[in-house]
């Protein structure tokens, strides 16, 4: 099963992918994460992808297609993929469906993630990750020692109030048209209200995925 969480920045895309995916036995590819591993691995394609995810726009359309087809080709991903963060342009949709298509695969379901701005706005602003694991964490501060994997927290750059407006007004101008061009062609696509308990959160995306 290929799923796509679609949604603004902190909707809860990570949180919600880690579980979805946990629970249907298929590994979640972030192409944020896959950018900031290669980021602190400085490697040409994260030195290129730095100033663009700092000031909160979006990488060009062909660095994240390569990482894709790079990630769905895996023997990992053979039974599917709950894809966080990809796609988020209309040229990156239309790349999706035809490298899984070339795979002999489909898209099967877009989840798409409901929430508030001003709850988006504070979830990000009170957001710290894990530097090693990426697992986010809100309400505790930088320095503090992950629980899943031991690294410690961090802030990350594009969480800084100037970069999570340049974000949320690129998810409405550049990833908002996805929602109409996936309509379009016919993509099955489930709005989750994604406010609230986290658990509830994780439920409603299950009892979508099985309807
Ligand atoms: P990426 O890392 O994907 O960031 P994002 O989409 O902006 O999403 P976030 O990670 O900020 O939020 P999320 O929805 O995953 O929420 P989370 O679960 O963390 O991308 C970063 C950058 O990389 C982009 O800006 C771009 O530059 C580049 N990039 C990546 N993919 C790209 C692509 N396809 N094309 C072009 N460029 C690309 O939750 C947020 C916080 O809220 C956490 O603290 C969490 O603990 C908390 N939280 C979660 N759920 C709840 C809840 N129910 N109630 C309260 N708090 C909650």
């Known amino acids: 099963m290929i799923i796509v969480l679609l949604g603004p920045p ?25 950018l900031r591993e290669a980021i602190r691995e400085g490697t040409e394609q994260g030195l290129a992808a730095k100033a663009y995810m700092d000031r909160g726009d979006l990488v060009p359309d062909s660095v994240i297609l390569g990482i894709m087809k790079d990630a769905l080709s895996a023997p ?42 001003d709850e988006l706005i504070r979830r990000l602003s009170e957001r710290t990750v894990c530097e090693n ?20 927290l961090v802030r990350r750059p594009d969480d800084e109030p100037e970069a999570i407006r340049t974000r949320l007004k690129v998810y409405r101008s550049q990833t908002e048209p996805v929602i109409r061009w996936a309509r379009d062609h016919n993509l099955e696509i489930n709005e989750i209200d994604a406010s609230g308990d986290v658990d509830a959160i994780t439920d409603r995306a299950m009892k979508a995925l099985v309807a």
């Open 133 to 152: 694991c990426q697992t986010p964490y809100k309400g505790l501060g930088p320095g503090t020692v992950c629980a899943k994997c031991g690294g410690s």
């Open 10 to 34: 902190g909707a809860g895309k990570g949180t919600q992918g880690e579980r979805i995916a946990e629970r249907l036995g298929i590994p979640k590819i972030a192409t944020g994460d896959v």
């Open 76 to 117: 990992s991903a053979a039974k599917g993929a709950i894809l966080d963060g990809v796609v988020r342009t209309v040229p990156q949709a239309d790349g999706l469906v035809r490298l899984v298509g070339a795979l002999g695969r489909k898209v099967d379901r877009i989840l798409l993630f409901d929430v508030p701005d």
